[in-house]
């Protein structure tokens, strides 16, 4: 099992940034895939960034260039570094987890994330 603790959600300005963490339960390094879903009102959950163990990432068309995740080994957190923030990009965004030797994807609460003039 892991837990996940999202952090960093809020209001923006269109054209800010915000910088998401998810701070793990155990090391990155048990983490078969990771990363970031993000679901408006009304839409499905849709995938935002994600990476590998060996740390190869992906990313949504509409996201990239201008998201970038990451990882902090020594904090055990999964970073999502969100820059020019646009209107539709506000939502819930949660992240996820799945550990080596697991079939299971483990999610967090998730984090409210609103870009608004």
């Known amino acids: 099992q892991v837990q996940l603790v999202e952090s960093g959600g809020g209001l923006v300005q269109p054209g800010g940034s915000l910088r998401l963490s998810c701070a793990a339960s155990?090391?990155?390094?048990?983490?078969?895939?990771m990363g970031w879903y993000r679901q408006a009102p009304g839409n499905q959950r849709e995938l935002v960034a994600t990476?590998?163990?060996?740390?190869?990432?992906q990313y949504a068309d509409d996201v990239k260039g201008r998201f970038t995740i990451s990882t902090d080994i020594n904090k055990n957190t999964i970073d999502l570094q969100m820059n020019s923030l646009k209107p539709e990009d506000t939502a819930v965004y949660l992240c996820?987890?799945?550990?080596?030797?697991?079939?299971?994807?483990?999610w967090g609460q998730g984090t409210q994330v609103t870009v608004s003039s």
């Open positions: 990476m590998s163990g060996g740390g190869f990432s």
């Open positions: 996820y987890a799945a550990p080596f030797g697991e079939r299971n994807d483990y």
């Open positions: 155990r090391s990155i390094f048990s983490l078969r895939t």
